[in-house]
């Protein structure tokens, strides 16, 4: 039987404050909060909408995880089009609303040929603002602060072969380790979780003689091409391993022992997730830990 999520997709006080609380203790410098405020500002001017209770710091995480920059040659005008967007399974198109809520700007788009959606804006006025929360208010933490930085410098460029000449060198780069010496935070680290975490659980066709059940083993993993941020992620959990794969081309952050899964629950469950999914996943997975446990 799963939960019933208590403070999921609502406004309630107790997440008002939580978020509060976590966004206080990694923001107590006030020049951040006014620049939040303006952001907040700005957003509210081109809308006119609510906007939702993220985390900025969650916001960050997930961008990191499933977050894009892209430039695009337009032939015909031979212009360039910028554009920056988050792609996830249609699965988790209830967070590109939350955030589109939050920004308060940008549109959806469904993919169908590959079964994602996308949350999207190229409008300049929105990647200003865009450039201003990752700059002031909530910044990458992984390798991909450095497409940012590339992305940030050619949009403020009206030099077409310069604008060329800056996102090519992202292609160079691509394959290359960076360290951002940004150290992260768990609101961050449960946004890049509900991108690129998994919750698994391998089920061995061996049986327990004592009980006659099938072996159940839980993991935690996430897979990826940026050494340094598993190993930033491996410090803050102070649990886990990270080991490369396929010719050093991914690296792994393995969490494996029961102990130190129950540690990484015991870690995450404050937090508010944002992703039914996720939680979902979170909670069948925690429950399992908790069977393996009594048996
Ligand atoms: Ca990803």
Known sequence: MLEKPKTFFTNTNEKRLVNQQNFNNYHINNKINYNLQLIRKGCRYITNESLSNLDPEWLSGFIDAEGFFSIHHNKSKNNYIFTFGIRVNKRELEILNQIKNYFGFGNIYRDNFDHTVRYQTSKKSDLNLI????????PLRSKKVRDFKLFKRALNTTNNLKIKQLW???NNFQSRDYNS????????LLGFIEGDGCFGVNIRKTH???????VVHCYFNIIQRDYYILKKIQLL???????SKKNGTLFSYDIGRL?????????????????????????????????????
């Open 131 to 138: 450039i201003q929360f990752l700059t002031n208010i909530a």
């Open 208 to 214: 327990k003689l004592s009980t006659g059940l099938p």
């Open 168 to 170: 090519e060198l992202k």
């Open 237 to 243: 959990v102070s649990k886990g391993n990270v080991t």
């Open 259 to 295: 102990t130190d899964l129950e540690d990484l629950v015991k870690f995450l469950d404050p937090y508010n997730f944002q992703s039914l999914s996720k939680y979902t996943d979170f909670v069948t997975w925690k429950s399992i830990i908790n069977e393996i446990k009594l048996n």
């Open 181 to 188: 010496r940004q150290s992260i935070t768990w609101p961050w």
